[in-house]
């Protein structure tokens, strides 16, 4: 398993990634994370290496399936509206400052997500509704949009109060 994107904090911090995926599936199913390493020093240099790794692990091959969510600003992994990583190729995992919430992220690529056999965004809650709306429904080039039409294969799995002000119904 790998992470789509990472908070620029320690493994340990409540908003960690890392952790929180450990906590609810790693550690239940006694699968094995490849997580990019925040201690790095400088986050340019953790997302190269981070990528570096992927990029072994992907020899000659690519992902099978990646999941992701959307946030009610139609972000997806840290690929947030507006971000300099949206047009970014110069690797496959970046660090990109979030202006938004003035802070590093890491985040997969938009070439390293079209590249996976199959896309899958688990979206859920109210708050999403409008935003799901706006991709779906009109199409809006929301991030989340962006990676969902650049895409082999996207599904998308959402619950009764994220699809609540969908006009139609993807199949």
């Known amino acids: 398993m790998w ?5 620029w904090v320690s493994h340990d911090h409540p908003d960690s990634n890392t ?3 450990h906590e609810t599936l790693v550690d239940m199913v006694l699968a094995r994370l490849v997580a990019p390493d925040t201690a790095f020093g ?3 240099a953790a997302a190269a ?3 570096a790794t992927l990029c ?3 020899y ?3 992902p099978d399936l990646v999941l992701l969510g959307i946030g009610n600003d139609g972000h997806t992994a840290s690929l947030f509206p507006g971000s300099d ?3 970014d190729d110069s690797g496959i995992y970046l660090a990109s400052w979030v202006e938004q919430k003035e802070t590093w992220r890491l985040t997969a690529s938009m070439a390293l997500l079209w590249s996976a056999r199959e896309l899958v965004f688990l979206v859920q809650g109210a708050d999403k509704a409008e935003v799901l709306s706006q991709i779906i429904d009109d199409g809006l080039p929301f991030p989340a949009q962006r990676v969902a039409a650049g895409a082999d294969a996207a599904r998308w799995m959402v619950d009764e109060a994220a699809a609540s002000k969908l006009r139609s119904v993807p199949r």
């Open 56 to 58: 072994e692990i992907f």
């Open 60 to 62: 000659e091959d690519r």
């Open 3 to 7: 992470l789509g994107d990472e908070r």
């Open 19 to 21: 952790r929180m995926v």
């Open 85 to 87: 990583a949206l047009t």
């Open 42 to 44: 400088e986050p340019a």
């Open 49 to 51: 290496s981070y990528g």
